[in-house]
């Protein structure tokens, strides 16, 4: 597989993780679309196990997702800054703490938000909590599962 395509590939994929946190785009069929187009462009094994463990991983996401409650952030006061500082919250975790790192960043972000919004420490507590009752958690998953097949294909990628 050529520089390009690999570009391409991350292209999308980073276009899906960003994708996850607007709603509206089906960001994590677009990261399951590029690793798909990976592996079917590159005849190495890793790449179709990336392929299979994405599969499962979204099924298995899609299942805990429609356990949670939907998301309805919008209807309670969430607005665009607020997941973009829970999504980056997450990101950062994600790498700073490998892996484990994203939930706790996801929820630093909602609560960085609420704290410069609010001012108080008990209201910006009492927003996360909020917010996560009324989709965060759904959205939460989604993201996390993104965020593990990227790491999965750029694992790949790099040391397969």
Do not use: N
């Amino acid at each position: 597989m050529g520089a390009w395509d690999l570009l391409l590939t991350g292209l999308v994929i980073l276009f899906g993780l960003c994708g996850v946190l607007v709603p509206g785009v089906p960001g994590s069929w677009l990261v399951w679309a590029g690793v798909a187009w990976w592996a079917l462009k590159d005849p190495r094994p890793v790449a179709w196990w990336v392929l299979v463990g994405a599969t499962v991983l979204l099924f298995l996401s899609q299942v805990v997702r429609w356990a949670l409650p939907p998301r309805r952030l919008r209807v309670h006061g969430t607005d665009a800054h607020m997941i973009a500082y829970a999504g980056v919250g997450s990101f950062l975790g994600f790498v700073l703490v490998p892996v484990l790192g994203a939930v706790p960043g996801f929820l630093g972000g909602i609560y960085l938000y609420e704290r410069l919004l609010l001012g108080r420490h008990d209201d910006a507590r009492a927003a996360v909590r909020t917010a996560m009752r009324s989709g965060g958690s759904s959205l939460l998953a989604e993201l996390f599962t993104c965020q593990l097949i990227t790491a999965a294909w750029i694992g790949a990628v790099f040391w397969g």
